[in-house]
């Protein structure tokens, strides 16, 4: 007599529900946690509540979207999926904290990672003053 074949209503094999969690939970999508601190906040600029307005295309190319500001000296440079002057800007001057004026997360290049702006207590002026700026009012208040 022949093997039966698996039915249609078997489940799935363990290696493949573990993947499916995994995307479901994030694992699988590029979501990372933003820190909540980064030893670098000591080269904020001090002016950064007057900030170039988001559409404010990139220094070096002029470059319209997918732009960064810098937050040491509020250079407008364009990311690395375009010209990569941010990334450049960067190496070349060791300014780490940039803010992306496509969806206001910072970045600290130094730390490789992102911080959270609306915890920790330096950034949220800026993120504040940013969304304003993108979206002509006030952030909702973060979920803690």
Same mark, same amino acid.
């Given at each position: 007599m022949a093997d039966k074949a698996p039915s249609s209503s078997s489940s799935p094999p363990k290696e493949v529900a573990d993947d499916t969690q995994d995307w479901i939970l994030g694992a699988g999508s590029g979501w990372v946690e933003a820190r909540t601190s980064c030893d670098h906040l000591n080269t904020l600029s001090p002016d950064l509540l007057h900030l170039p307005i988001p559409d404010t295309p990139c220094s070096r190319c002029q470059n319209p979207v997918?732009?960064?500001?810098?937050?040491?000296?509020?250079?407008?440079?364009?990311?690395?999926?375009?010209?990569?002057?941010?990334?450049?800007?960067?190496?070349?001057?060791?300014?780490?904290?940039? @803010?992306?004026?496509?969806? @206001?997360?910072?970045?600290?290049?130094?730390?490789?990672?992102? @911080?959270? $702006?609306?915890?920790?207590?330096?950034?949220?002026?800026?993120?504040?003053? $940013?969304?304003i700026l993108k979206f002509g009012e006030a952030p909702p208040l973060p979920q803690l």
């Open positions: 997918e732009n960064w500001l810098c937050l040491c000296c509020k250079e407008v440079l364009c990311s690395r999926f375009v010209n990569r002057h941010m990334l450049m800007h960067h190496q070349q001057t060791g300014h780490c904290l940039a @803010l992306s004026y496509s969806d @206001l997360s910072v970045w600290c290049f130094c730390c490789e990672a992102y @911080l959270d $702006a609306q915890i920790i207590s330096q950034l949220r002026p800026i993120h504040q003053a $940013a969304y």
